[in-house]
């Protein structure tokens, strides 16, 4: 079975454009919820997403935007791009909207903003 | 504040010694407790959980943790450490079940010596 899948793998913008993030999570796997890992920290909560609906959101600003398709895939877009958002990206899934079972992580997209 | 510390930024340990990592959390009550392992160009993988009952929980490729209450804490411990093993570690929990949003630390580097 395929795993969560994100792409693009790498990407470089420059400052002020936009750009969107794709993941689609493992079959059957209705929640999935981005997060954003800067280069020596741990990820950081971005979105939720369960059913199409937003259950949650991270500190984030409204450049930040996701939603999700009927199909449970997603797409998280960032707008006016700025240095410090250069990170990894990373999608995660799951079969139950509270987290009292496992994430299941993709490879992440590796963001760079010069 | 509420947070989750990993005192340790790089650990190295001979390959065959035995390997702890610590992990620390300052939130009212018990959060639900991960621990995860991210190696170079791959996402996180769940190396083991804790929600309640037995304090000592075992988890994949012969890790092992103990949740302490009075002393907060989550360490992550291995008997006997394989190359492999080479990674980040990350210590994660979720606050507020019913919500999922995972609040990671920053992480341990482990390094493994031949």
């Known amino acids: 079975d395929a795993g969560v899948t994100q792409s693009p793998t790498h990407l470089i913008k420059t400052r002020g454009q936009h750009v969107t993030l794709r993941c689609s999570p493992i079959s059957g796997h209705k929640s999935v919820s981005w997060y954003q890992q800067v280069l020596g920290q741990g990820p950081q909560f971005i979105f939720q997403y369960y059913e199409k609906e937003e259950r949650g959101r991270g500190n984030f600003p409204d450049r930040f935007s996701a939603r999700q398709f009927p199909n449970y895939s997603s797409e998280l877009n960032v707008n006016a791009l700025l240095l410090g958002d250069s990170a990894l990206y990373l999608c995660a899934s799951s079969s139950i909207v509270h987290n009292t079972g496992e994430l299941f992580f993709g490879e992440g997209s590796r963001l760079t903003v010069l | 504040a509420q947070s989750v510390t990993q005192p340790d930024i790089h650990i190295t340990v001979s390959e065959g010694a035995s390997l702890e990592l610590r992990c620390n959390y300052s939130?009212?009550?018990?959060?639900?407790l991960f621990w995860y392992v991210q190696s170079p160009g791959q996402g996180l993988q769940l190396l083991l959980k804790y929600f309640s009952g037995d304090t000592l929980v075992q988890g994949i490729k012969g890790f092992e943790a103990e949740f302490k209450r009075s002393q907060s804490s989550f360490n992550l411990r291995k008997p006997s450490v394989h190359w492999s093993d080479a990674a980040e570690y990350f210590c994660a929990v979720v606050p507020s079940p019913g919500f999922q949003k995972l609040v990671f630390g920053t992480g341990t580097r482990l390094l493994v010596s031949p």
């Open positions: 939130y009212g009550a018990t959060p639900y």
